[in-house]
């Protein structure tokens, strides 16, 4: 079952941190493919220079605007990043889905990614997207439908607590001290560095 709207409804560092562990699923008319969250980066909606809406709304990021559990796609590179979109309505906040550990689809995910690696099918936001086969079409997607593509409970989660590390956010040039990376400790599936310990 997808995770409800009101989880989306928060300050983005609080729903960043409580992604990880998580499940992204992808269902196309191929089969399902998916894994657990293991990385994410926040992006605020005040005082942040390195959010897409630091300097308010265009076409690429209305889609951070809200409502909240919708996703925000968009591309750098050449290449897609999937965002989910947290806070209410009119405060532009979203959490960088950086990586997943792969978990379902396996197949899927090395025709699409075109490597025999598991550990590269979803290691960095543009490998995830092209895994999972998110493009453009679904920015603005609704990911509380549970349909197509969405986030849910682990079904394997077991209650022990989990190792989570925070550091600086990667690949930006304004707000690098923040520490708004969060990311699960010795997890090979992460896509940069450990750079602190465990919070």
């Avoid at 009101?6 to 300050?11: K, N, T």
């Avoid at 708004?180 to 560095?193: A, I, K, T, W």
């Amino acid at each position: 079952m997808a995770l409800k709207r009101e989880f989306y409804l928060r300050e983005p560092a609080v729903v960043a941190r409580e992604l990880l562990g998580k499940r992204l699923v992808r269902e196309t008319s191929a089969g399902m493919c998916g894994g657990r969250i293991v990385e994410v980066e926040a992006y605020l909606s005040r005082r942040d220079p390195a959010c897409h809406a630091s300097r308010g709304m265009t076409r690429r990021n209305a889609t951070m605007f809200g409502p909240a559990g919708r996703a925000y796609v968009y591309m750098i590179h050449s290449r897609w990043c999937l965002n989910a979109v947290t806070e209410p309505g009119g405060v532009p906040s979203a959490i960088l889905i950086r990586a997943i550990e792969p978990l379902e689809g396996l197949d899927l995910m090395h025709q699409r990614r075109r490597t025999e690696m598991v550990r590269d099918l979803a290691r960095g936001p543009a490998r995830l997207c092209e895994a999972l086969a998110i493009d453009r079409a679904y920015d603005g997607w609704d990911l509380t439908a549970g349909q197509e593509l969405w986030i849910a409970e682990d079904p394997e989660a077991n209650g022990k607590p989990l190792r989570i590390a925070r550091s600086g956010r990667i690949g930006i040039s304004s707000a690098q001290r923040r520490l708004l990376r969060f990311y699960l400790l010795d997890n090979r599936y992460v896509s940069g560095r450990v750079r602190r310990a465990a919070t």
